[in-house]
């Protein structure tokens, strides 16, 4: 919930530009924490992708029928013409990038908005940490810096794109486990964090996370 909340407040203004509010699909939508507020802002349809089914059996009762099991393909979404689309944390799972920001781009109706976050590989913290940074991973096949998202959204046909960074906000606990410290003492940290009752106090910082919003031509 805290980064559906992150995602939502930072996509919020890019919104007013867009010419129709026809359906709105989050991909990679996990058990749709972001979909209600997507309901929220006068979408036709809203449809979240994914393709974990335990993710998706994992969803509350009113959210669950918005999900489709799958990956995202023209096909999952046939007979709709998006307004937004939108993916958060996802790009850097994928083989081909390039093919996913494709598709999104013949899907959308025109004038309507891709949205994608991903890692900053380029961002200070990430260099600071170097290999220790949690970007770093086995299951991240792509690293981002703002001209290679910059340049993937506009070998697809995307204009106006406009990157930002994004602040995420995390209970102070989950940023403790993201931090390269040893096991002890993360959890000497916590124990002190848990004994001023500050372990789940929400805390927003900029970790290198980068929000790119992209308008497919009128």
Same mark, same amino acid.
């Given at each position: 919930?805290?980064?559906?909340?992150?995602?939502?407040?930072?996509?919020?203004?890019?919104?007013?530009?867009?010419?129709?509010?026809?359906?709105?699909?989050?991909?990679?939508?996990?058990?749709?924490?972001?979909?209600?507020?997507?309901?929220?802002?006068?979408?036709?349809?809203?449809?979240?992708?994914?393709?974990?089914?335990?993710?998706?059996?994992?969803?509350?009762?009113?959210?669950?029928?918005?999900?489709?099991?799958?990956?995202?393909?023209?096909?999952?979404?046939?007979?709709?013409?998006?307004?937004?689309?939108?993916?958060?944390?996802? %790009?850097?799972?994928? @083989?081909? /990038?390039?093919?996913?920001?494709?598709? =999104?781009?013949? +899907? !959308? #109706?025109?004038? *309507?908005?891709?949205?994608?976050?991903?890692?900053?590989?380029?961002?200070?913290?990430?260099?600071?940490?170097?290999?220790?940074?949690?970007?770093?991973?086995?299951?991240?096949?792509?690293?981002?810096?703002?001209?290679?998202?910059?340049?993937?959204?506009?070998?697809?046909?995307?204009?106006?794109?406009?990157?930002?960074?994004?602040?995420?906000?995390?209970?102070?606990?989950?940023? %403790?486990?993201?931090? @390269?410290? /040893?096991?002890?003492?993360?959890?000497? =940290?916590?124990? +002190? !964090? #848990?004994?001023? *009752?500050?372990?789940?106090?929400?805390?927003?910082?900029?970790?290198?996370?980068?929000?790119?919003?992209?308008?497919?031509?009128?």
């Amino acid at each position: 919930m805290a980064a559906a909340k992150t995602y939502a407040d930072a996509l919020a203004p890019h919104l007013q530009g867009l010419t129709g509010r026809n359906a709105a699909v989050d991909v990679g939508a996990g058990s749709g924490p972001l979909l209600p507020w997507l309901q929220s802002q006068g979408f036709a349809s809203v449809i979240g992708i994914e393709p974990s089914r335990a993710a998706i059996d994992d969803a509350p009762p009113a959210v669950r029928p918005l999900l489709r099991e799958g990956m995202f393909s023209a096909s999952l979404l046939e007979g709709e013409t998006p307004s937004l689309i939108c993916s958060f944390m996802t %790009l850097e799972h994928l @083989p081909d /990038p390039g093919d996913f920001v494709a598709t =999104a781009h013949h +899907l !959308l #109706e025109p004038g *309507g908005a891709l949205a994608v976050v991903v890692h900053d590989w380029r961002a200070p913290l990430n260099r600071l940490l170097g290999l220790r940074s949690p970007i770093i991973d086995v299951e991240h096949l792509q690293l981002f810096s703002r001209r290679a998202l910059r340049e993937l959204l506009q070998r697809a046909g995307f204009e106006h794109i406009e990157l930002s960074p994004i602040r995420n906000a995390y209970p102070l606990r989950y940023w %403790l486990r993201l931090t @390269p410290l /040893p096991a002890p003492a993360k959890s000497l =940290a916590l124990g +002190l !964090l #848990e004994r001023f *009752g500050l372990a789940d106090h929400n805390f927003a910082m900029n970790v290198g996370n980068l929000l790119a919003v992209g308008i497919k031509r009128r």
